[in-house]
């Protein structure tokens, strides 16, 4: 069960941390 919980961190922040990044540069054009 824990495998799983950090498998799952370390697919989901890296790619709320992109969406995020992506965002903020729609934001700026």
């Known amino acids: 069960?824990?495998?799983?919980?950090w498998l799952t961190i370390i697919?989901?922040?890296p790619i709320s941390a992109?969406?995020?990044m992506?965002?903020?540069l729609i934001?700026?054009?």
């Open 1 to 5: 069960m824990s495998d799983f919980y």
């Open 11 to 13: 697919v989901v922040l």
């Open 18 to 20: 992109g969406s995020l």
């Open 22 to 24: 992506l965002f903020s």
């Open 27 to 29: 934001e700026e054009i």
